[in-house]
T-cell receptor
Framework: DGGITQSPKYLFRKEGQNVTLSCEQN?????MYWYRQDPGQGLRLIYY???????QKGDIAEGYSVSREKKESFPLTVTSAQKNPTAFYLC????????????FGPGTRLTVL | AQSVTQLDSQVPVFEEAPVELRCNYS??????LFWYVQYPNQGLQLLLK??????LVKGINGFEAEFNKSQTSFHLRKPSVHISDTAEYFC???????????FGPGTRLSVLP
């Protein structure tokens, strides 16, 4: 079955540690996205990538980093510079083109203790 | 810049009653409009989308939405809701000049027995 996988589902880290969230897709989509979701605030775009080896900052990129070495993979690193990292993180992908729907993974809930 | 407003943060409704979830957008260019549903601790799933053509769009699970350009609205409706429709609903807009998706803050639909 084609789709997007995110792992792990739940992640706990101590304050000050970097942590990497995995996102893999087998839909052959060129574009991939990372969103952060907080209660009552909808989805906020962290980073996006339209093509391999290229990515752009979204609205809240500070404290995060990404890489896009393969078409299928778009990992997100939450660094110690992110002041409030506890949130639900969603990865999405789409065919290139702004009117194409985004397909979402199941999400990773990160809790920083 | 595009923006999306969902005026109702929470909508409680009794089972088998009709429901309308409101979405208004602002954009200076042509837009593409989407409704997504999110069940607890899951990713987002597309309900329906408007790209062009008929302003009445039918989606999955018996939902439909109507694009009203003069009122810049894209309200979501269902004539008779079920308990299983309890979820968070997000309206989103994208444009045709390279803009990314912009999501509304979401509306939590609670269907009561």
């Amino acid at each position: 079955d084609g789709g997007i996988t995110q792992s792990p589902k739940y992640l706990f880290r101590k304050e000050g540690q970097n942590v990497t969230l995995s996102c893999e897709q087998n839909l052959n989509h060129d574009a991939m996205y990372w969103y952060r979701q907080d209660p009552g605030q909808g989805l906020r775009l962290i980073y996006y990538s339209q093509i391999v080896n290229d990515f752009q900052k979204g609205d809240i990129a500070e404290g995060y980093s990404v890489s896009r070495e393969k078409k299928e993979s778009f990992p997100l690193t939450v660094t110690s510079a992110q002041k409030n990292p506890t949130a639900f993180y969603l990865c999405a992908s789409s065919i290139s083109g702004v009117n194409n729907e985004q397909f979402f993974g199941p999400g990773t809930r990160l809790t920083v203790l | 810049a595009q923006s999306v407003t969902q005026l109702d943060s929470q909508v409680p409704v009794f089972e088998e009653a009709p429901v309308e979830l409101r979405c208004n957008y602002s954009s200076s260019v042509s837009v593409y409009l989407f409704w997504y549903v999110q069940y607890p601790n899951q990713g987002l799933q597309l309900l329906l989308k408007y790209l062009s053509g008929s302003t009445l769009v039918k989606g999955i699970n018996g939902f439909e939405a109507e694009f009203n350009k003069s009122q810049t609205s894209f309200h979501l409706r269902k004539p008779s809701v079920h308990i299983s429709d309890t979820a968070e609903y997000f309206c989103a807009v994208s444009g045709n000049y390279g803009q990314n998706f912009v999501f509304g803050p979401g509306t939590r639909l609670s269907v009561l027995p």
